[in-house]
């Protein structure tokens, strides 16, 4: 059987899909520990779990298979049974605990995955594969992955915690971002200086935090997103808006796929374009409160950096900055970067910067396709503020609104996820991923992003 057809979930009632889920619920348990282990008893699997079971090598291709070949057929009827028939948002690391214990054998177990992540990438036995095969089906599904997306949309318990204080004060240190309300403007500032703001699980955390504050304050009426001055000794002094994803942590085994890679591009990201879910009086005319985003470009957008521009309003950089997506060349995917890019550019440059690594200067002409303004850099602190005052005007928010349900459809955004969950799990348990972030950690004091 092919790959596609596997891919395809097969289009039952879900009330049928539900009745059936006990008995194949024990069919798998059973199939994943078996008297003997998993090859002994292949010959014996019941009808549909056993498909697929003798293509890939060894106990856990066979096994994978099996979760696979149940998902295929179950998606649906699991996440109802889980989300309490999606009355229920879970969250990622959430809705894989929860498998777990709901359907043993369908996800590795909480203390495969914790003795998994305490390893380097290169020591790691895989059990992240399986959450992109689990993560994959749940969102390959349009009514489980659209409720799954939409719980995604909703702020973080950190955020509403934070929330009070910072409607009072207007301002707040997260740690790896600082957010400050100044004239109804809030300003995140990515302050990672040790490595050149490249992004880990800790500073997704707090940029979503950040993110919902900001969305969830009425009193702001634009955001700013800016490096903020480094540290490092080759560029002390000097504002970075970032160096991508931090391949010192990937190298460590400290990128999670739940923790990062999807959360980044379900969390925050798709905030910034689409909005945060609210559940109060005021939303009876939109579920999500979004506003106009504007970023400002200092020495270099690398990966996920450029990756940010992609889902804001305006941008503008600095003369001497330059921007690139190397995760080919690194052996990953650069997020949602290969379904956003072309619009910007064309399939042709798109190409070129993600298959080819090529880097794209503030002095070249292509950067007017991604960057609205070029400024020299002792003139972009008041061209910044020129940008955001343009954007406060009482109709930019909806206009903005029906701009971006145009250029993007939701539910072709959840198909490029659910494969994307997969494919980027995969790669990171690639070996040539594993050489690659292996040979970067021992190069001394170079930053912990990708700059070159």
Known sequence: MSGEARGLVRPVDEGEMRASLPRARAALKHAVS????????????????????????????????????????????????????????????????????????????????????ALAQARKAGHEIDLGVFLSRMLRSPLSGGHLMDTLLSPTARALDLLPEFTAVGKTDLGSVRLERRDGVARLTMCRDDCLNAEDDRQVDDMETAVDLALLDPAVEVCLLRGGVM??????????????????????????????????????????????????????????????WVAAVDT?????????????????????????????????????????LPRYTGPRLARQIILEGRRIRMTDPEARLLVDEVHDPDELDRAVERGLDRLRGPAVAANRKMLNAAEEDIDAFRRYMAEFALQQALRLHSTDVTDKVGRFSTRGTAPAGSPS
């Not at 079971?53 to 057929?73: H, I, K, N, Y």
């Not at 739940?258 to 798709?270: A, I, K, S, T």
């Not at 690194?330 to 956003?340: L, S, Y």
Request: a neutral charge; hydrophobic letters at 45%.
């Open 231 to 292: 540290t490092h000794p080759r560029y002390a002094g000097k504002r970075v808006f970032s160096a991508g994803i931090n391949l010192k942590s990937l190298h460590a085994g400290d990128i999670s796929l739940d923790g990062f890679l999807l959360r980044r591009e379900l969390g925050y990201l798709h905030k910034i374009w689409r909005g945060v879910r609210v559940d109060d009086d005021t939303s009876w005319h939109s579920p999500t409160r979004a506003k106009p």
């Open 34 to 117: 078996p008297p003997g282990g998993l090859r002994a008893h292949e010959a014996t699997l019941p009808e549909g779990l056993g498909a697929h079971a003798a293509s890939p090598p060894g106990e856990l291709g066979v096994l994978r298979s099996l979760r696979t070949a149940f998902l295929d057929a179950h998606a649906d009827a699991v996440y109802a049974e889980l989300t309490v028939g999606r009355t229920r948002g879970l969250r990622l690391a959430e809705l894989v605990a929860a498998a777990g214990s709901a359907f043993p054998g369908l996800v590795p177990t909480a203390a495969e995955l914790a003795a998994d992540r």
């Open 300 to 340: 270099f957008a690398i990966g996920g950096g450029t990756q940010l521009l992609l889902v804001v309003d305006h941008v503008l950089a600095a003369s001497d900055a330059y921007l690139s997506l190397p995760a080919a060349q690194e052996g990953i995917i650069p997020g949602v970067a290969n379904f956003r």
